[in-house]
Nanobody, 128 residues
């Protein structure tokens, strides 16, 4: 069982930056592929970014590519999402997720059903 706790959300003006953190419990964090998703009011949850367990491979949604960066520090059981050049349409609850079924150090995942564990979410609000 893995528990995920997000932090770092808040209110920021358009063009600003935020860094989200996701702290994971458990000794097997380094073997989990990790992802970030978001859900805006009235919309479905959508993929944002994913990182392989090794950290060597990342994958981004087109809407955030070039503005967001996902990273991880396995020694700290933590994954990060650096968000730059924020836009009002980035406003959402951001969720951290873990895939414990991956069997390759370079695998990344973009489908929500491929993730086994989820955090409670952190609100990000971008004002115009």
């Amino acid at each position: 069982q893995v528990q995920l706790v997000e932090s770092g959300g808040g209110l920021v003006q358009a063009g600003g930056s935020l860094r989200l953190s996701c702290a994971a419990s458990g000794r097997t964090f380094s073997t989990y592929a990790m992802g970030w998703f978001r859900q805006a009011p009235g919309k479905e949850r959508e993929f944002v970014a994913s990182i392989s367990w090794s950290g060597d491979n990342t994958y981004y949604a087109a809407s955030v590519n070039g503005r967001f960066t996902i990273s991880r520090v396995n020694a700290k059981n933590t994954v990060y999402l650096q968000m730059n050049s924020l836009k009002p349409e980035d406003t959402a609850v951001y969720y951290c997720a873990a895939n414990g079924r991956t069997n390759h150090r370079a695998n990344v995942y973009y489908r929500a059903q491929e993730y086994d564990y989820w955090g409670q979410g952190t609100q990000v609000t971008v004002s115009s």
